[in-house]
């Protein structure tokens, strides 16, 4: 096999700005630079241009027709495909593509989700030309990335808050730059690292499983012989197949621009991490949204799938999306890095601050923006962080907050009182503690890893969420101290303040022991177990003001989001409960009784060629399958029973509490029978593949 030449492949499918300053005239890059840079429009002139060098870029890849590529409120990508192809008098055609038709476009918005909004006759959407984010070709279609909205302007997509959320941070953060004399930074951006789980089955077994097929997720299982338990999984040699499948997955990411840049097994059989290096945000969301298109895609070319729920396999681990976020100038300078510049640190030390402040007064907004079906099930579960939303900043900065909270000795490194003065905070060495695993939101050295996501949810989300707490937040510092006569001692006496104020969100005990949940409880942090629980508290009133106050959703757009995250939370537990009674009826219980029917066969046979022969143990078999499958058949009833008086809940909410408090359980019960019955039933007997076949066997 030839070896990849990786920095001529890197990028090779994108019209970043490498290739733009290539294609373009030098006026025109310029330009264009300034509308990428600072927002400024783009001409009409100037968009006709670029079109005609992306067009030719294009065409040279292999591409015949473009879309506009976009992230609507499912939590996927959509594209509606257009070719260059134009007619001429003549019968012929040219391969044309327009400053017009690059800048904005207008899908169908009909059957997107838009929360009751708007209905159903009311079709028109645009999407506009997102310049932050580059273009490129997959397959045979140019891809443009684009903002999506309706006729009246409300944004229907992830892309638009996000950028929204940045600009504020930007704003904000830069004031507070300001006081501490930067005066040459012009930007602040949030940067992304996101850390993506998954794991990988065999197609043929993929296939045989229809829950994996119609959830994504096992709905039955029972335990196999062998899990994680022995701890083998873990960086272990990789499977030759997986090699293969990564190999072929890191050229296709490259080649599209996205920094993979580690790959290893999980703690899981069958689960594995990419984890790409850091980039701004909203290219960083885009490439991931990308990122597991190709996985699926990849997976499949190699005869595997390639599963991103959060927990496909009961009792095993579930697979997260740490997202490792950050704030940094244009400059180059991490806001988030304690440094070893004492001059510096008071600095670093309010956007800390900040950041405590943002995460203790919002758990609900954090928590809510990685709700999910298939999240509820992962939080608080197997190595993932519990639903209760704490900070972990490890022993060092634990050591100086106290210090600055108390005024006592920091009893590390010095026995003089921590006070903000900059002529005596010692520097504050990067990875000078350990990680926590346990931690929802655990500071890892200059940035913050936001472990709650989940594997398939888009991070556009929690990133708004992020960026807009922390803006609000600054926001707030920065009105202080610009009024401050003496700065300094301003400066001292807010993070002091804040830092008091918020101390409970602090905690860099075990977020598994038992004795936390107590203790969040004691502290007054939220515990929001359920998607119905979180999105409870979406629609409060502090929660409109901070998300209108910094420009992120309108009201209307953010009553628009309840509904669509509860409807979606009610239509996957829909779609679930179904698929649940189907494989009992279908499947599983004629499998049982094809099985009873061979045993009782067997022991008459028994009988007939021993003459007074016991069948005591395939009599005891026959008894206990028959309770266990009357058993199954009853709790499948009473599933179909509560299932059904979900479906007619009056709204979404009371649909999602019905499905939260009384259908899951009843899920649960029926899947702990059936799962009885499967270590029961012969081999060849068995209706569908079991955990040993999915997770051992590629």
Known sequence: MAQTNVPELFASMVFNQKTMKERLPKETFKALKKTIDGGEPLNIDLANQVAHAMKEWAIEKGATHFTHWFQPLTGITAEKHDSFITPQDDGTVIMAFSGKELVKGEPDASSFPNGGSRDTYEARGYTVWDPTSYPFVKEHTLCIPTAFCSYTGEALDKKTPLLRSMEALNEQALRVLRLFGNKTASHVATTVGPE?????????LYKQRKDLRMTGRTLFGAKPSKGQEMDDQYFAALNPKIVKYMEDLNETLWKYGIYSKTEHNEVAPAQHEMAPIFTTTNLSTDQNQLTMEVMKKVARRHGLV????????????????????????????????????????????????????????????????VASAGNDHRLGANE??????SMYVGDELLDVLQSIKDGTPMQGRSKSKMTIGVDILPPIPKDSTDRNRTSPFAFTGNKFEFRSCGSSLSIAGPNTALDAIVASVLKGFADELEKASDFESALSALIKREITAHWRIIFNGNGYDASWLKEAEKRGLLNLRSTPDAMAHYLDKKNIELYTEMGVYTEQEMKDHYEIKLEKYCKVLNIEVETMLE????????????????????????????????????????????????????????????????????????????????????????????????????????????????????
């Open 196 to 204: 993506q789980e998954y794991f990988i089955v065999s197609e043929d």
């Open 306 to 369: 390639c599963l991103l729920h959060e927990k496909p396999f009961a009792g095993l681990n579930g697979s997260g999306k740490h997202n490792n976020w950050s704030m940094s100038t244009d400059e180059g300078e991490n806001l988030l890095e304690p440094g070893d510049t004492p001059e510096k640190n008071s600095q670093f030390l309010l956007f800390l601050t900040a950041v405590i402040k943002a995460v203790d007064e919002n758990q609900d907004l954090l928590r809510i923006s």
């Open 384 to 389: 993932a962080p519990p639903a209760i939303i």
């Open 583 to 698: 494989m009992i009826n279908k499947d599983i219980l004629p499998a049982a009784y094809k099985y009873m029917d061979a045993v009782a066969k067997s022991a008459l046979n028994v009988k007939a060629v021993v003459p007074g022969a016991k069948t005591v143990s395939q009599a005891a078999l026959l008894e206990k399958l028959d309770c266990l499958t009357a058993s199954l058949a009853s709790k499948a009833d009473e599933l179909c029973k509560k299932h059904l008086a979900a479906k007619s809940a009056s709204d979404a909410m009371e649909g999602a509490r019905a499905y939260a408090d009384s259908v899951l359980p009843a899920m649960a019960e029926a899947r702990a029978v059936a799962d009885e019955i499967e270590p029961l039933i012969g081999e060849d007997y068995k209706p569908f593949p079991c955990y040993e076949d999915l997770l051992f066997r590629l």
